[in-house]
């Protein structure tokens, strides 16, 4: 293998970092938006928790606290929210998915202020329940571009008959693509030594109806 | 006659399917008599300190096992963060004594000089040190500021402390939450968040680098992969903070990266080595235990990497099996790291109560 093949993501990712390097206590001067997205047969969840740092909190307190009275109302809550949901793509096997906001919850104004205040948005997407096989989810997340730290992850799905494949990211982890399958049920960290006997039971079962067929 | 030899066949496969599974269900069992001992001693060293504080503290320090405080903590310092139970600053000498004695009995040696080497490294903030410098501002931002320093650090009993029943013992304090849940012999540290700023420092003519070790063993273990497993371990994305940090129990993130299985012997044995910098925190008695359970299921464990491989380098590591999740994450600085230590199926002591 080339070293090159090493290297190229190294550097990107070194560059992307040194592009933010400045030193500080905490992560003051940035947003960081962390996506965490649950896959069903039937649907989508994704999780996102948003922690404006300390240095850009008031900005972003401004665009909530609409009427600068120190409270975020539920009104407030839920504009910001929808103003978040604008700036999201998601899609399913190259469709647009339907976000759908489930839930809200805000910290106090003092928190965000203080770099210690992390909004949580819950969304949801329902589709009818998906063929078996390979399908894909995109996500994008353009809320406070150019001045965010984004994370994006897959969970581990809960039902077995879900199992993600792959996971590809933009550097800044700003859009994920996961490649996911739908089928028959997966163990997810199974013991190597089960999955070794449980191929050996096909094997043998296989082995035993075709030499039964044989005979 | 043939079908009967298919299905003994058959048998014998799931048999060994079966017995291949065993290893991993003998190791999880901890040494009984090392841990009844341990935890009789860390009993009386929790009940000991019950004993030296007075009736507002003692009030103060213990809280319901299946209360909120269970999973109050943070990595932020206080000011920023409010903590709960008694403050080492608030504590007579004696009474601190008493804490630090619990903590010392309760981690391994190597454990108790992380974490005393983490809060004088918070100490060392407060003075000043760490090119972030004490960043406080709270008077800016209506006086309430972050608090640095080893008095900053709390102690809490999340339960009584008991030699049957389950309870944690939790210290923390900024770049510190150890959650070290007890029930009966048994013991873990996950969740347990270490940090330190500055990761480098100097005192008394001695470097000290409160998670050194980690950051050392991980680049030398990548040092130590081929080009085409550095290229399966490498992320090729920047992970800027820890994905499981505070606030993130309950979640199973899907693993990625080089699969341990694809290692030497050797190379597994230093990626134990670097798991060892957070097991190994507990008292022997439950890190050895630990420890085995994880070396069991290292054929389902991964190793992931973002950022260049050259010792001095901004980089994240994450290491993730069926029970194990390390993420070690430098905030875009190598003088300022953030790590997680969890166990997905018995944060808390999830599984001990399933027992």
Same mark, same amino acid.
């Given at each position: 293998?080339?070293?090159?093949?090493?290297?190229?993501?190294?550097?990107?990712?070194?560059?992307?970092?040194?592009?933010?390097?400045?030193?500080?206590?905490?992560?003051?001067?940035?947003?960081?938006?962390?996506?965490?997205?649950?896959?069903?047969?039937?649907?989508?969840? %994704?999780? &996102?928790?948003?922690?404006?740092?300390?240095?850009?909190?008031?900005?972003?307190?401004?665009?909530?606290?609409?009427?600068?009275?120190?409270?975020?109302?539920?009104?407030?809550?839920?504009? =910001?929210?929808?103003?978040? &949901?604008?700036? @999201?793509?998601?899609? &399913?096997?190259?469709?647009?998915?339907?976000?759908? @906001?489930?839930?809200?919850?805000?910290?106090?104004?003092?928190? $965000?202020?203080?770099?210690?205040?992390? $909004? !949580? $948005?819950?969304?949801?997407?329902?589709?009818?329940?998906?063929?078996?096989?390979?399908?894909?989810?995109?996500?994008?997340?353009?809320?406070?571009?150019?001045?965010?730290? =984004?994370?994006?992850?897959?969970?581990?799905?809960?039902?077995?008959?879900?199992?993600? %494949?792959?996971?590809?990211?933009?550097?800044?982890? !700003?859009? &994920?693509?996961?490649? =996911?399958?739908?089928?028959?049920?997966?163990?997810?960290?199974?013991?190597?030594? @089960?999955?070794?006997? @449980?191929?050996?039971?096909?094997?043998?079962?296989?082995?035993?109806?075709?030499?039964?067929?044989?005979? | 006659?043939?079908?009967?030899?298919?299905?003994?066949?058959?048998?014998?496969?799931?048999?060994?399917?079966?017995?291949?599974?065993?290893?991993?269900?003998?190791?999880?069992? *901890?040494?009984?008599?090392?841990?009844? #001992?341990?935890?009789?001693?860390?009993?009386?060293?929790?009940?000991?300190?019950?004993?030296?504080?007075?009736?507002? /503290?003692?009030?103060?320090?213990?809280?319901?096992?299946?209360?909120?405080?269970?999973?109050?903590?943070?990595?932020? *310092?206080?000011? +920023?963060?409010?903590?709960?139970?008694?403050?080492?600053?608030?504590?007579?000498?004696?009474?601190?004594?008493?804490?630090?004695?619990?903590?010392?009995?309760?981690?391994?040696?190597?454990?108790?000089?992380?974490?005393?080497?983490?809060?004088?490294?918070?100490?060392?903030?407060?003075?000043?040190?760490?090119?972030?410098?004490?960043?406080?501002?709270?008077?800016?931002?209506?006086?309430?500021?972050?608090?640095?320093?080893?008095?900053?650090?709390?102690?809490?009993?999340?339960?009584? *402390?008991?030699?049957?029943?389950?309870?944690?013992?939790?210290?923390?304090?900024?770049?510190?939450?150890?959650?070290?849940?007890?029930?009966?012999? /048994?013991?873990?540290?996950?969740?347990?968040?270490?940090?330190?700023?500055?990761?480098?420092?100097?005192?008394?003519?001695?470097?000290? /680098?409160?998670?050194?070790?980690?950051?050392? /063993?991980?680049?030398?273990?990548?040092?130590?992969?081929?080009?085409?497993?550095?290229?399966?371990?490498?992320?090729?994305?920047?992970?800027?903070?820890?994905?499981?940090?505070?606030?993130?129990?309950?979640?199973? +993130?899907?693993?990625?990266?080089?699969?341990?299985?694809?290692?030497?012997?050797?190379?597994?044995?230093?990626?134990?080595?670097?798991?060892?910098?957070?097991?190994?925190?507990?008292?022997?008695?439950?890190?050895?235990?630990?420890?085995?359970? +994880?070396?069991?299921?290292?054929?389902?464990?991964?190793?992931?990497?973002?950022?260049?491989?050259?010792?001095?380098?901004?980089?994240?590591?994450?290491?993730?099996?069926?029970?194990?999740?390390?993420?070690?994450?430098?905030?875009?600085?190598? #003088?300022?790291?953030?790590? +997680?230590?969890?166990?997905?199926?018995?944060?808390?002591?999830?599984?001990?109560?399933?027992?």
């Amino acid at each position: 293998m080339r070293a090159s093949n090493v290297l190229i993501p190294v550097l990107v990712v070194a560059i992307a970092v040194a592009a933010g390097v400045r030193v500080s206590a905490h992560r003051l001067d940035e947003f960081l938006q962390a996506a965490r997205i649950d896959l069903r047969e039937n649907g989508v969840s %994704i999780d &996102l928790a948003l922690t404006p740092g300390a240095d850009i909190a008031d900005a972003i307190v401004a665009t909530i606290d609409r009427n600068s009275n120190g409270v975020v109302t539920a009104d407030e809550q839920d504009a =910001y929210a929808q103003d978040v &949901l604008s700036r @999201l793509t998601a899609t &399913l096997d190259g469709a647009r998915l339907p976000l759908r @906001l489930r839930g809200v919850s805000f910290p106090t104004v003092d928190d $965000i202020r203080q770099g210690n205040g992390t $909004i !949580r $948005i819950q969304l949801d997407a329902s589709h009818s329940a998906l063929r078996n096989g390979q399908h894909q989810l995109f996500f994008s997340n353009g809320h406070h571009a150019g001045q965010s730290a =984004y994370l994006a992850n897959a969970l581990v799905p809960a039902s077995s008959r879900v199992s993600v %494949i792959g996971q590809r990211r933009t550097v800044d982890q !700003r859009e &994920l693509t996961i490649d =996911y399958s739908v089928g028959m049920a997966q163990a997810r960290f199974a013991s190597g030594g @089960l999955m070794v006997g @449980l191929v050996a039971v096909v094997m043998m079962v296989r082995y035993t109806r075709r030499d039964g067929n044989r005979s | 006659m043939r079908v009967a030899a298919g299905a003994s066949l058959v048998v014998f496969a799931m048999f060994v399917a079966v017995v291949a599974t065993l290893p991993a269900q003998r190791a999880a069992a *901890p040494s009984p008599s090392a841990s009844t #001992d341990a935890t009789t001693r860390i009993v009386g060293a929790a009940q000991k300190v019950l004993s030296t504080l007075d009736d507002t /503290r003692r009030a103060k320090v213990q809280f319901p096992f299946d209360g909120e405080q269970r999973t109050r903590w943070s990595n932020l *310092p206080t000011g +920023i963060f409010a903590r709960d139970g008694v403050r080492l600053g608030d504590l007579t000498p004696p009474q601190r004594t008493a804490v630090m004695s619990l903590l010392e009995t309760a981690f391994s040696a190597s454990g108790y000089r992380k974490v005393t080497e983490i809060m004088r490294g918070d100490d060392m903030l407060l003075g000043g040190a760490g090119r972030g410098g004490p960043r406080g501002g709270g008077a800016a931002r209506g006086g309430r500021g972050p608090a640095f320093g080893s008095d900053e650090y709390y102690l809490a009993f999340v339960g009584p *402390p008991s030699v049957t029943t389950p309870w944690i013992l939790q210290f923390g304090g900024h770049h510190l939450a150890v959650n070290m849940t007890f029930a009966g012999a /048994r013991a873990t540290l996950a969740p347990t968040l270490t940090g330190a700023q500055p990761a480098t420092y100097t005192i008394e003519g001695r470097t000290v /680098r409160p998670l050194g070790q980690e950051n050392d /063993r991980a680049f030398a273990l990548m040092a130590s992969l081929s080009p085409e497993q550095q290229k399966q371990a490498i992320f090729p994305y920047a992970v800027s903070d820890l994905v499981l940090g505070p606030g993130q129990d309950g979640r199973t +993130i899907q693993p990625e990266g080089l699969r341990v299985s694809a290692l030497s012997a050797a190379q597994q044995t230093a990626l134990m080595e670097i798991v060892r910098e957070w097991a190994g925190i507990a008292n022997d008695a439950y890190a050895a235990p630990r420890m085995a359970e +994880i070396r069991a299921n290292l054929p389902q464990t991964y190793f992931g990497w973002s950022g260049p491989t050259s010792p001095g380098s901004v980089i994240y590591f994450r290491i993730q099996g069926p029970t194990l999740v390390i993420e070690y994450a430098p905030q875009r600085d190598i #003088d300022h790291i953030h790590t +997680i230590y969890r166990d997905p199926t018995n944060d808390y002591g999830a599984a001990f109560a399933r027992k």
